[in-house]
């Protein structure tokens, strides 16, 4: 067992069991290939400053909260997720510009694990994603495949999916390269995602 920050080990331990359980083929194995590169070794720890953008306040406290109150693993995991979580580092996505609004002032991305994540590394990225209500996340795709872990209500697309609602604690595969999107509805939207990096 690799050593490394025990609130973020938690949290990818409680991640794990999460994706092996959920009975998703695709994703289960998709899990497999992350958890075992991350099992495998740790990377190193990043010491740069941690920064927050505006909507994590309140949508990261209102959906952690509402994962208090939900059954095993879920508040585990938010407590995880607490106790990490002023160490990251939140950034826009790239191609985000404020002509884009009110996505670009509405949606913050994180990478607990992965190049400039908590524990810096190549092979796997483990982020997480915030909106607030009302907000769509655009269509877009990349060669890896991508497991999500939703934590809040919100909905999931992609092109060969139709919008569709995992619940807190339910699990989205996107195959490699797919075109993919999310969007909130009346309540704030966060997920983790976890992605094999070749
Ligand atoms: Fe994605």
């Known amino acids: 067992m690799p050593t490394r ?4 080990q938690q949290l990818l331990d409680i991640s794990q069991r999460i994706v092996a359980d959920s009975g998703v083929a695709t994703a289960m194995a998709a899990g497999e290939r ?7 070794h740790a990377g190193s ?4 400053a941690a920064e927050r953008l505006a909507v994590c306040a309140p949508a990261v406290e209102v959906v952690l909260a509402g994962l208090a109150a ?3 693993p879920l508040p585990e995991l938010a407590s995880a997720f607490v106790a990490i979580e002023g160490r990251l580092r939140w950034y826009r996505r790239k191609t985000a510009t404020p002509a ?4 670009y002032s509405s949606h913050a ?13 190549s092979d796997v990225e483990v982020g997480v994603t915030v909106m607030a209500p009302h907000i769509v996340y655009p269509d877009h795709d990349h060669p890896p495949e991508e497991v999500y872990i939703a934590l809040s209500p919100g909905e999931w697309w992609n092109a060969a999916m139709d919008w569709t609602e995992p619940g807190p604690g339910g699990i989205i595969y996107n195959p490699p390269g797919i075109l993919h ?7 704030p939207f966060l997920a983790l995602w976890f992605l094999p990096i070749d």
């Open 5 to 8: 920050d025990g609130n973020l």
């Open 34 to 40: 992350v958890f075992a590169r991350l099992g495998s």
């Open 45 to 48: 720890v990043r010491h740069g």
């Open 70 to 72: 939900r059954k095993p």
């Open 100 to 103: 884009g609004e009110p996505f």
């Open 109 to 121: 991305n994180a990478l607990l694990v992965g190049p400039g994540g908590l524990e810096e590394r």
């Open 181 to 187: 999107a999310m969007r909130s509805h009346a309540q």
